[in-house]
Antibody, heavy 119, light 110 residues
Framework: QITLKESGPTLVKPTQTLTLTCTFS??????????VGWIRQPPGKALEWLAL???????RYSPSLKSRLTITKDTSKNQVVLTMTNMDPVDTATYYC???????????WGQGTLVTVSS | QSALTQPASVSGSPGQSITISCTGT?????????VSWYQQHPGKAPKLLIY???NRPSGVPDRFSGSTSGNTASLTISGLQAEDEADYYC??????????FGGGTKLTVL
C-alpha cells in the first residue's frame, strides 16, 4: 500500500531555510504519470498547494511562493525534498506531502508535520 | 485568499442531504474535469472523497457525490451521519496556477 511520511525540523527561526523530506513507499517516482506534491495548512486555515514534482522531473510551483521554493526527488531513496527560503512566522503551518495522479488528485497523504517559525 | 470560493459553513440534520459549492473560473473548474473533494477531520490529514468531478475512490460511500455546472463544482452528501462532521475542501487543476484549493467548508451535523 502507498504511504508517505514527512520529516524535518519542528521549529525554524525567521529568515532561515526550511528543508522537509517526504519518504514514501508503495509506488515509484519512475512510473509515468506519478507525482508527489507538497501542501501546507496554517493552524485553523485552509489548505494551500506549494509544489509538485513528476516522474519525468517536471516541477511546478505555486506562483505566489515560486521564488522561495525548490522541489527535488531522489528516486533511489524514494524521497522528495522541499526547501523554502526566508521563512517567516506566517509560514507556520502543518506541511503535508501527497501522492498525485493525473492532473487533479492527491489520493494518498502523509500525516503532516507542524513547522513553527519563531525566534 | 483562496482561489476557489466555498461557503465557510453548512449544517444539516442526520439523514438530510447537504450540498457544498465551490466556485472558480473558466481557467480551472469551468475548463477542466479535474475537480477533487477532500474531507478533513480535526487533527487529521485530508482524505480524498471525489476525483475528476464525480468519481469516488474505493471505500468512499455512495452517499458522497460530485458534479459541476459552469464554473461551479458541488459536493452533495446524502443521508447525513454524525461522522460526516468535518471540514471539506475542493481543488481543481488550473491552467494558470497548476492547482488551486478552496477555502474550506465546515460541516456541522446538528
Amino acid at each position: 500500500q502507498i504511504t508517505l511520511k514527512e520529516s524535518g525540523p519542528t521549529l525554524v527561526k525567521p529568515t532561515q531555510t526550511l528543508t522537509l523530506t517526504c519518504t514514501f513507499s508503495g509506488f515509484s517516482l519512475n512510473t509515468r504519470g506519478v507525482g508527489v506534491g507538497w501542501i501546507r495548512q496554517p493552524p485553523g486555515k485552509a489548505l494551500e498547494w506549494l509544489a509538485l514534482i513528476y516522474w519525468d522531473d517536471d516541477k511546478r510551483y505555486s506562483p505566489s511562493l515560486k521564488s522561495r521554493l525548490t522541489i527535488t526527488k531522489d528516486t533511489s531513496k524514494n524521497q522528495v525534498v522541499l526547501t523554502m527560503t526566508n521563512m517567516d512566522p506566517v509560514d507556520t503551518a502543518t506541511y503535508y506531502c501527497a501522492h498525485r495522479v493525473g492532473l487533479g488528485t492527491f489520493d494518498y497523504w502523509g500525516q503532516g508535520t507542524l513547522v513553527t517559525v519563531s525566534s | 485568499q483562496s482561489a476557489l470560493t466555498q461557503p465557510a459553513s453548512v449544517s444539516g440534520s442526520p439523514g438530510q442531504s447537504i450540498t457544498i459549492s465551490c466556485t472558480g473560473t473558466s481557467s480551472d473548474i469551468g475548463g477542466y474535469n479535474f475537480v477533487s473533494w477532500y474531507q478533513q477531520h480535526p487533527g487529521k490529514a485530508p482524505k480524498l472523497l471525489i476525483y475528476e468531478v464525480s468519481n469516488r475512490p474505493s471505500g468512499v460511500p455512495d452517499r458522497f457525490s460530485g458534479s459541476t455546472s459552469g464554473n461551479t463544482a458541488s459536493l452533495t452528501i446524502s443521508g447525513l451521519q454524525a461522522e460526516d462532521e468535518a471540514d471539506y475542501y475542493c481543488s481543481s487543476y488550473s491552467s494558470s496556477t497548476t492547482l488551486v484549493f478552496g477555502g474550506g467548508t465546515k460541516l456541522t451535523v446538528l
